[in-house]
């Protein structure tokens, strides 16, 4: 079955670089959540998407944005990179808006921020 | 604010039961969630309970007490690749988001 794709799954950049990481749902999945894990924390939520339209917003800093598209596919900009941000950050996928169901997580990006 | 608590580490032997608990205190709730992750990897989901009660799937079962704010999740016959982390999660709202505990290690010993 279809898993939860992102990408790239290693990057590394220098502090006030920008970075932008990719994700692709769920075939047929309309919500998109992102969340960032630093060592050893547990899972921090930045931002939702559902049918294109941002849905729910966390902790997200002002240097990040993000955006769901018209193939449902998500991508999270960051900008002004600091060395705080290195950090794992996981895309998950859920169908039919995401409340009572499970959320299927990708593989994560591990960005390290040097 | 949001407060979800569980213990930091458990150990048990290969074969035995254990079981982690979660107690929670949370602006709202649409259901709690398990979800196991090994380190580095991806969370992968095991149980949902948004009922008051006992949900069985194969060698784990999650209960819940909305009522006490309180959950487990129970392991029975321990393989040593139950080893990792458990992760409590809240759903607050509709929308989906999960607020998750700081995570429970277990160690299976052989």
């Known amino acids: 079955a279809a898993g939860v794709i992102q990408s790239p799954r290693h990057l590394i950049k220098e502090k006030r670089e920008t970075a932008t990481l990719k994700c692709y749902p769920i075939?047929?999945?309309?919500?998109v959540y992102w969340y960032q894990q630093g060592p050893g924390q547990d899972p921090q939520f930045l931002i939702s998407?559902?049918?294109?339209?941002?849905?729910d917003k966390g902790s997200i800093p002002d240097r990040f944005s993000a955006q769901q598209f018209s193939d449902y596919h998500s991508e999270l900009n960051m900008s002004s990179l600091e060395l705080g941000d290195s950090a794992l950050y996981f895309c998950?996928?859920?169908?039919?808006?995401?409340?009572?169901?499970?959320?299927?997580f990708g593989q994560g990006t591990r960005l390290t921020v040097v | 604010g949001q407060n979800i608590d569980q213990p930091t580490e458990m150990t048990a032997t290969e074969g035995a039961i254990v079981q982690i608990n979660c107690t929670y205190q949370t602006s709202g709730f649409n259901g709690l969630f398990w979800y196991q992750q090994h380190a580095g990897e991806a969370p992968t989901f095991l149980s949902y309970?948004?009922?008051?009660g006992l949900e069985e799937k194969g060698r784990f079962s999650s209960f819940l007490s909305r009522s006490k704010g309180y959950s487990y999740l129970l392991l029975k016959e321990l393989q040593m690749k139950d080893s990792a982390s458990y992760l409590c999660?809240?759903?607050?709202?509709?929308?989906?988001?999960?607020?998750f505990g700081a995570g429970t290690q277990v160690v299976v010993t052989p």
């Open positions: 075939p047929r999945h309309d919500t």
């Open positions: 309970n948004v009922l008051d």
């Open positions: 998950a996928s859920s169908p039919t808006g995401g409340g009572n169901t499970e959320a299927f």
């Open positions: 998407f559902y049918e294109k339209m941002q849905s």
């Open positions: 999660a809240v759903q607050t709202d509709s929308w989906g988001k999960l607020q």
